[in-house]
């Protein structure tokens, strides 16, 4: 699959509000969320293009008194575009950045019952370090998973885009 990994633009607007409203729940604005995403995150927020169409995105973000730590905020790949790899180049890609970045280990937060996407992460070399009750409110249960960063060689800008 022909795909561009680069970072956000005002453009993707659209599509990414699109991707985080199919893949949230409840009454959550997502337009607020990719809006200050879209600020906050800047050198971060990475979208995957298939054919001229915004197909998954990534937030990362370094902790700020920890800058050692990073986090994947926010992985969405769109439904028919997952298990092709686009997952893999995401977190790749937004890990390479982290790591440039000066962070040595990267942490996320996953739905112990969605098997898919913990076999991604497991696959890009995640472990679980925390099972978190009610994370996100009552029913909302989370793995934390860590991978560690030290010592691995990152992504080249060119990596990212092809």
């Keep these: 699959m022909d795909l561009i990994i680069r970072g956000y633009r005002e453009s993707d607007f659209p ?15 997502p337009e607020v969320f990719i809006r ?3 600020v906050l995150f800047a050198g971060t927020f990475l979208v ?22 990073g986090w994947i905020v926010r992985l969405v790949v769109a439904g028919r575009h997952r298990r092709r790899g686009c997952g893999g180049r ?3 890609a937004v890990t390479g ?11 996320l937060s996953v739905a112990p019952t969605n098997r898919a996407a913990r076999a991604l992460y497991e696959r890009q070399g995640f472990g679980e370090v925390a ?9 909302a249960d989370r793995c934390i998973l860590r991978k560690d960063l030290a010592g691995q060689e990152g992504l ?3 990596d990212r885009e092809g």
């Design 156 to 158: 080249t800008v060119q």
């Design 48 to 69: 995957a293009e298939h054919e001229g169409r915004v197909v998954g995105y990534a937030i990362g973000a370094l902790v700020q008194h920890r800058p050692a730590t």
């Design 131 to 139: 099972f978190c009750p009610a994370y996100f409110g009552d029913g």
């Design 15 to 29: 599509g990414v509000s699109v991707l985080e409203r199919e893949n949230s729940s409840g009454d959550c604005k």
């Design 90 to 92: 995401l977190i790749d």
């Design 97 to 107: 950045i982290l790591r440039e970045s000066g962070a040595e280990e990267v942490y």
């Design 36 to 38: 200050q995403a879209g």
